[in-house]
């Protein structure tokens, strides 16, 4: 195994737990400050994590192309934030997480197109998969 699959398990964990959670914690409250407040909350966390692991440097000394498509990423991170909230506040979260998870099959398309990936043909196959899984759950809804 490569050491990017046992962080990119976590990840899958983390966001398991990041759903229930959520969906917990939106009962009551609009879903775009429930989003704020989880943003405030993960900036401080990971402020304070940057600072005491020594990772700390001078933001402004990053070049002008990281700091766009950084910039960029945080603008898709939001949006995907107020609409993953929204979508658990009105819907299950056994059924909205794997819906979202559907952006699997889009880094997938958009490697291929931006980055010059080329999947293999077991990974192609696991795409279409996780394609079929997104079609049932939305099937009839």
């Known amino acids: 195994m490569h050491g990017w699959f046992y962080w990119a398990l976590l990840s899958a964990a983390f966001a398991a737990m990041t759903a229930i959670f959520a969906k917990i914690g939106l009962q009551g409250v609009d879903s775009d400050y429930a989003t704020l407040i989880r943003t ?3 900036l401080l966390v990971l402020a304070g994590f940057v600072y005491f692991a ?3 440097s001078d933001p402004f000394a990053l070049n002008r192309r990281t700091w766009l498509f950084l910039s960029l990423s945080a603008l898709a991170t ?3 934030w107020v609409c ?3 979508a658990l506040q009105l819907g299950e979260a056994s059924k909205v997480a794997p819906v979202d998870k559907f952006s699997v099959v889009l880094v997938a ?4 197109i931006f980055l010059s990936e080329r999947p293999s043909l077991r990974e192609w196959l696991g795409i279409m998969l996780v394609t079929a899984g997104v079609l049932v759950l939305s099937i009839g809804r």
Do not use: D, M, T
């Open 40 to 42: 405030f909350v993960i």
């Open 54 to 56: 020594g990772k700390w």
């Open 78 to 80: 939001g949006a995907s």
């Open 84 to 86: 993953y909230f929204r």
């Open 109 to 112: 398309l958009f490697a291929v």
